[in-house]
């Protein structure tokens, strides 16, 4: 199990870090990652747990990077970065460091991470919402898909001449996102993603 999983050790009931020696007769307790709840007063494992949930994923984990944007979750991945990127990123960012490589979370500067289990994308998001208990935290269609940029009303007269024919005549609603200036509505795959959001809730 790699340490960025483990968030709590008790040894005889008293929190200790790893450099604890275990003595005969010690009764162990070890918890994972509680980062939606605070136990920062007792522990002793890591510096502090991350109560504004962000990521960053690697090359393996674009699907799902971009279903933690549509959900609302500051979420980083480039298939160009190396480990040595992906750690930096997570511990200059104060990111957790989601990947499939387990190799990866045993970088002894990483302090938050998590291995994710599922291969399939969908459950990927549900596995990481559920882990981190994060149901509740859910901000839907607030960033761009696309980049990870924050979305913003946009008035449909400043965008039309952007937009395909049939789109203007449908639709009056628009958000454009800061970063990338890509365009969003509600149009047909809107029921798709709110399906992908709907089984993240569930989770």
């Not at 504004?52 to 699907?63: C, N």
């Not at 919402?129 to 994060?134: A, C, K, M, Y």
């Amino acid at each position: 199990m790699p340490h960025t999983e483990v968030d709590l050790i008790l040894a005889n009931g008293e929190s200790v870090d790893f450099s604890y020696q275990v003595g005969d007769g010690d009764l162990i307790s070890v918890y994972p990652v509680f980062e939606a709840f605070d136990i920062s007063s007792v522990v002793r494992v890591r510096p502090q747990a991350l109560r504004q949930t962000s990521f960053v994923l690697d090359g393996h984990l674009g699907r799902v990077a971009r279903y933690l944007r549509l959900v609302g979750f500051d979420s980083l991945h480039s298939d160009a970065w190396s480990d040595y990127e992906l750690v930096s990123i997570s511990t200059d960012q104060h990111r957790i460091l989601l990947t499939r490589d387990v190799g990866l979370l045993k970088h002894g500067v990483v302090t938050h991470g998590y291995f994710v289990r599922a291969t399939e994308p969908r459950r990927q998001l549900a596995e990481i919402i559920g882990r981190f208990h994060l149901a509740d935290c859910l901000v839907p269609f607030a960033r761009c898909m696309r980049c990870n940029g924050l979305l913003r009303p946009t008035e449909k007269e400043g965008i039309a001449h952007r937009l395909p024919h049939r789109t203007r005549g449908h639709f009056d609603e628009y958000w454009i996102c800061t970063g990338c200036e890509k365009i969003y509505w509600q149009g047909s795959h809107h029921h798709g993603l709110n399906e992908i959001i709907d089984q993240a809730q569930r989770a």
